[in-house]
Nanobody, 127 residues
Framework: QVQLVESGGGLVQAGGSLSVSCAAS??????????MGWFRQAPGKEREFVAG????????YYADSVKGRFAISRDNAKNTMTLQMSSLKPEDTAVYYC??????????????????WGQGTQVTVSS
C-alpha cells in the first residue's frame, strides 16, 4: 500500500508564489520506477491534470494553463515531490492532489493513469 500526503497549501495573493509538496510512504520506492504528478479540482469543476514527472525526472509534462509558471520536481532519495507555483492567478484556486503511478514510467495526463491519490491540499489565490 502507498500513502501520499500533501503539504504546503494555503492562501496567497495573485501574482505570488507557493509550493506544495508530497511525501510518499508505505512501499519500497527504491525498488520501483514510478511516475508522479499533480491534479487539481476547483469547486464545481472536474479534476484536471496540472503536471507530471517520470521516475528519472527526464519527462515533465504540464497543463497549458500552468506552463511557464509551475515547476515540478522530485527527490527519489526522500520519496518526495514538489510543485513550485509562481505568478499565481485566482483561477489556480483549487484542491491540489498528489498522485503516483506504479504501472508506467511516463506520467499520464488522465486521472485513470494513476494508482494512488493523496487527500489533497487547498490552494487559494486571492485577487
Amino acid at each position: 500500500q502507498v500513502q501520499l500526503v500533501e503539504s504546503g497549501g494555503g492562501l496567497v495573493q495573485a501574482g505570488g508564489s507557493l509550493s506544495v509538496s508530497c511525501a510518499a510512504s508505505g512501499r519500497t520506492f527504491s525498488s520501483y520506477s514510478y511516475a508522479m504528478g499533480w491534479f487539481r479540482q476547483a469547486p464545481g469543476k472536474e479534476r484536471e491534470f496540472v503536471a507530471g514527472i517520470s521516475w528519472s525526472g527526464a519527462l515533465r509534462y504540464y497543463a497549458d494553463s500552468v506552463k511557464g509558471r509551475f515547476a515540478i520536481s522530485r527527490d527519489n532519495a526522500k520519496n518526495t515531490m514538489t510543485l513550485q507555483m509562481s505568478s499565481l492567478k485566482p483561477e489556480d484556486t483549487a484542491v491540489y492532489y498528489c498522485v503516483a503511478d506504479f504501472s508506467h514510467g511516463s506520467p499520464s495526463r488522465t486521472p485513470d493513469g494513476y494508482d494512488y491519490w493523496g487527500q489533497g491540499t487547498q490552494v487559494t489565490v486571492s485577487s
